[in-house]
């Protein structure tokens, strides 16, 4: 299993903008896995933000961040990103990065994903 490593969270204002990054800590790759970010808001259950293929060609995103997050991947640097825009007081949680190698990425379950982040908190004040 790899080991992921989130970063790039923090407190901003309503409109503002964040780039998460995830990589690999443990010195394995990415490639073959297609990847996730989850999100977890205070007293909610975690849910699915966006998927990206292994190679990076297919992405899938909730419909409540499609058109402001986007989702990529540099298998250069085993690091994938989340770019997010326009960010809501609604996007505030516990932001984590997945790796998994079966089923789909139109289909992510979290069953799905094998390995996991720790988090990384975003803050989005209005």
């Known amino acids: 299993q790899v080991q992921l490593v989130e970063s790039g969270g923090g407190l901003v204002q309503a409109g503002g903008s964040l780039r998460l990054a995830c990589a690999e800590a443990s010195g394995r790759t990415f490639i073959g896995y297609f990847m996730g970010w989850f999100r977890q808001a205070p007293g909610k259950e975690r849910e699915f933000v966006a998927t990206i293929s292994w190679n990076g060609l297919s992405t899938y995103y909730a419909n409540s961040v499609k058109d402001r997050f986007t989702i990529s991947r540099d298998s250069a640097k085993n690091t994938v990103y989340l770019q997010m825009n326009s960010l809501k007081p609604e996007d505030t949680a516990v932001y984590y990065c997945?790796?998994?190698?079966?089923?789909?990425?139109?289909?992510?379950?979290?069953?799905?994903?094998?390995?996991w982040g720790q988090g990384t908190q975003v803050t989005v004040s209005s």
């Open positions: 997945a790796a998994g190698h079966r089923g789909s990425i139109y289909d992510p379950r979290e069953t799905y994903f094998d390995s």
